[in-house]
T-cell receptor, first 116, second 113 residues
C-alpha cells in the first residue's frame, strides 16, 4: 500500500531563508506526486505536481520540487521565504495504475512558520 | 477562475442526526471525491465517484455514508446517523481526468455534539 511521510510537522524559517519541506513516499511503482498548500480557513491549493518527464518541477509562488526515484523523495523548496508562505503544506501521491479515478494519499502535513 | 464550492461552511449537529454536505464541482470535471480531516490528523480519502457511481471507497466509508450527484451539478455526502467521531473537516474535490490535479473546495467543518 502507498504511504507518504513528511519529516517534521513544524518547520520554522526566517524571512528570506531557504525553505525545505521533506516528503518521502512508499510505493511499488513510481506514483504521481503533488504538493498542496492550505492557508488558514481555506481549502487545499495545488502548488505543483510531478507525473512524468522532467524530474524538477516548478510551481506557483516560487516553489519547486524534485522527484528522486532512487531516494523515493519529492522535497519542496523555495530559495527565499516570504511571510505570506506561512501555511500548512501537504505532500500527496496517487497510484497511476488506479487509472483516472486515482485517490490521493496525503502525508501528515508540515506547518511552515516564517519569522520576520 | 472556476472553483469548487461547498456548503455549509460549518455544520453543527447532534449525535444520531442525519447530515448532508453539499458540493458544486467545477462544471466540466468528471471525477469527484470526498476527503476528511480530523483535527490534527492527515487528510483521508473517503470516496471517489465517476460516471454516476462509486469508483472506490475507503474503509471509513461504511454504510452510514452515501454520495449522490442528484442533478448534474451538485455532489452530496450524506451521513445517516452521525457519531462524535465524525466531527471533522470534509473536503470535496473534482478533476477533469487523467493525471491532472484534483481541485479542492474550502471544506465544511462538521461538529457532532
Amino acid at each position: 500500500a502507498q504511504s507518504v511521510t513528511q519529516l517534521g510537522s513544524h518547520v520554522s524559517v526566517s524571512e528570506g531563508a531557504l525553505v525545505l519541506l521533506r516528503c518521502n513516499y512508499s510505493s511499488s511503482v513510481p506514483p504521481y506526486l503533488f504538493w498542496y498548500v492550505q492557508y488558514p480557513n481555506q481549502g487545499l491549493q495545488l502548488l505543483l505536481k510531478y507525473t512524468t518527464g522532467a524530474t524538477l518541477v516548478k510551481g506557483i509562488n516560487g516553489f519547486e520540487a524534485e522527484f528522486k526515484k532512487s531516494e523515493t523523495s519529492f522535497h519542496l523548496t523555495k530559495p527565499s521565504a516570504h511571510m505570506s508562505d506561512a501555511a500548512e503544506y501537504f505532500c500527496a501521491v496517487s497510484d497511476p495504475s488506479s487509472g483516472n479515478t486515482g485517490k490521493l494519499i496525503f502525508g501528515q502535513g508540515t506547518t511552515l512558520q516564517v519569522k520576520p | 477562475e472556476p472553483e469548487v464550492t461547498q456548503t455549509p461552511s460549518h455544520q453543527v449537529t447532534q449525535m444520531g442526526q442525519e447530515v448532508i454536505l453539499r458540493c458544486v464541482p467545477i462544471s466540466n470535471h468528471l471525477y469527484f471525491y470526498w476527503y476528511r480531516q480530523i483535527l490534527g490528523q492527515k487528510v483521508e480519502f473517503l470516496v471517489s465517484f465517476y460516471n454516476n457511481e462509486i469508483s472506490e471507497k475507503s474503509e471509513i466509508f461504511d454504510d452510514q455514508f452515501s454520495v449522490e450527484r442528484p442533478d448534474g451539478s451538485n455532489f452530496t455526502l450524506k451521513i445517516r446517523s452521525t457519531k462524535l467521531e465524525d466531527s471533522a473537516m470534509y473536503f470535496c474535490a473534482s478533476k477533469s481526468g487523467g493525471p491532472y490535479e484534483q481541485y479542492f473546495g474550502p471544506g465544511t467543518r462538521l461538529t457532532v455534539t
